[in-house]
T-cell receptor
Framework: QQQVKQSPQSLIVQKGGISIINCAYE??????FPWYQQFPGKGPALLIA?????SEKKEGRFTISFNKSAKQFSLHIMDSQPGDSATYFC????????????FGTGTRLKVLA | EPEVTQTPSHQVTQMGQEVILRCVPI?????FYWYRQILGQKVEFLVS????????KSEIFDDQFSVERPDGSNFTLKIRSTKLEDSAMYFC????????????FGPGTRLTVL
């Protein structure tokens, strides 16, 4: 019940296209859903995050769509650029206790020039 | 922007040796975490630390591991007797802890056990 399932494992998108990464969770007590971007050899960096009281959040080219009833959330990268090539992790956290993150398995995105 | 720092960036050690990985959290943050990422795999929770004690630990965090905040600034992860399978990137993360909130990750320490 603590798992976060992420798909696809890898994704290749043409420059200017839309990248879509999906995550699903089971624990309805999760209250915070961040997305992290990780470049090789670097630590995860927060990209965008959402709480379950909203269905969508947009920051620049990055949008999170959240479906509470389906227990799913997704990251959309509009106008994908070669510089977006990285590994993306979704995560979930409980709004109580120690706030530890449960990470998805990651999606390796490659944007072709 | 404040950031989490970690040292060393890369640690190579012989199997059975002790290693200490160091983290300097963001100054007003209250919760500290260690995560591990084996090459090419997902980031896994190891331990959380609050108010100078462990709040929660995963099954990975066995008796070989310990954490402490020895001087009020550094937050350390000690592995007493390293094994080959401890080779991974170790990330420190911190958060204000007021609610489930953004965790800021350090750049990581790459641990290689030979």
């Amino acid at each position: 019940q603590q798992q976060v399932k992420q798909s696809p494992q890898s994704l290749i998108v043409q420059k200017g296209g839309i990248s879509i990464i999906n995550c699903a969770y089971e624990n309805t007590a999760f209250d915070y859903f961040p997305w992290y971007q990780q470049f090789p050899g670097k630590g995860p960096a927060l990209l965008i995050a959402i709480r379950p009281d909203v269905s969508e959040k947009k920051e620049g080219r990055f949008t999170i769509s959240f479906n509470k009833s389906a227990k799913q959330f997704s990251l959309h990268i509009m106008d994908s650029q070669p510089g977006d090539s990285a590994t993306y992790f979704c995560a979930a956290s409980l709004d109580s206790g120690t706030y530890k993150y449960i990470f998805g398995t990651g999606t390796r995105l490659k944007v072709l020039a | 922007e404040p950031e989490v720092t970690q040292t060393p960036s890369h640690q190579v050690t012989q199997m059975g040796q002790e290693v200490i990985l160091r983290c300097v959290p963001i100054s007003n943050h209250l919760y500290f975490y260690w995560y591990r990422q084996i090459l090419g795999q997902k980031v896994e929770f190891l331990v959380s630390f609050y108010n100078n004690e462990i709040s929660e630990k995963s099954e990975i965090f066995d008796d070989q591991f310990s954490v402490e905040r020895p001087d009020g600034s550094n937050f350390t992860l000690k592995i007493r007797s390293t094994k080959l399978e401890d080779s991974a990137m170790y990330f420190c993360a911190t958060t204000t802890g007021i609610s489930s909130d953004t965790q800021y990750f350090g750049p990581g320490t790459r641990l290689t056990v030979l």
